[in-house]
């Protein structure tokens, strides 16, 4: 029987990426598993490195938010560094699998700087794009609306939902040649758009300034995702800015109040993969 077959029978298991400074570890589990995962492992990039865990037991990956090694020189480079001395033959052999990576905030930082996105013509290990400082050079923590631009795995059944966003360096930024490459093969995969959540707030679609409102991207197959927004902080009904207003809308209208928003499905569509 073949390995995707195999994989497709079961629920898979998931390693999220650990290390000094990354903060959301368990958030990101947390989502994983009410997606429902198999099992979620969170784990030290030393222990990796050290062989107590094998990467070849899992099949989905993600690179949480952060301040990996505290962005000291730039956010993702030192952790993506690491990556690159010790495990780049292990990670590139992963991506090469019938997988899913999900880079979030830091993660989406760090899985730039080592080359998985955009990976253009799958070229992994080659810088090609950055995430640089926002536009006004301020750390901006707010919600936003986006919209989704391509077909990923990680994305189906969603057109438009809204999450936060919390960084410094988000300005994604690519030269007009890769620009042209990227959005050739359409693998832009999210953009900033002004929906429900900026009406609301009386806020711009666009925080940080970035290259045409592009806030996230895939490799050419879509199984690898960076993105700047944290879907796991914006997964319970409760999370949105204006949950209070829209449960006393939708007990006047007389429709049930969710408990989930749409961010949910993200992490709902990579488990769904293998099912």
Same mark, same amino acid.
């Given at each position: ?11 898979? *298991? ?67 560094? *690491? ?39 799958? /070229? ?31 994305? /189906?059944?969603? /057109? ?62 879509? /199984? ?52």
């Amino acid at each position: 029987m073949s390995e995707r077959i195999n994989i497709k029978s079961m629920k898979p *298991k998931v390693i999220i990426f650990s290390g000094y400074g990354i903060n959301s570890e368990e958030e990101t589990k947390y989502a994983f598993e009410l997606a429902g995962g198999k099992k979620v492992d969170i784990v030290h990039i030393n222990d990796l490195i050290s062989e107590i865990y094998d990467l070849n037991n899992y099949q989905i990956a993600a690179f949480p938010g952060g301040f990996a090694y505290g962005d000291d020189t730039g956010s993702g480079n030192a952790y993506a560094n *690491k990556l690159k001395n010790h495990l780049s033959k292990d990670i590139e052999k992963f991506v090469n699998r019938d997988t899913l990576t999900i880079g979030i905030c830091n993660g989406f930082q760090i899985i730039v700087n080592l080359g998985l996105l955009p990976a253009l013509e799958y /070229k992994y290990g080659e810088k090609q794009v950055a995430l640089l400082h926002n536009a006004k050079a301020r750390y901006i923590d707010r919600w936003v609306d986006l919209k989704i631009c391509n077909n990923s795995p990680w994305l /189906k059944n969603i /057109k438009t939902f809204s999450t936060a966003i919390s960084h410094g360096e988000g300005r994604f930024y690519a030269s007009p040649d890769v620009l042209k490459k990227i959005e050739k093969k359409n693998l832009i995969a999210l953009k900033y758009f002004k929906g429900e959540i900026c009406d609301y707030q009386n806020l711009p679609a666009n925080p940080t300034g970035t290259l045409e409102d592009i806030c996230g991207i895939t490799n050419e197959n879509g /199984k690898i995702l960076g993105l700047m927004p944290h879907p796991e902080r914006g997964m319970l009904f409760t999370h949105v800015p204006n949950w209070t207003y829209l449960k006393e809308k939708y007990q006047r209208e007389g429709k049930k109040i969710p408990e989930y928003t749409k961010s949910l499905q993200i992490f709902r569509n990579a488990v769904d993969y293998y099912s």
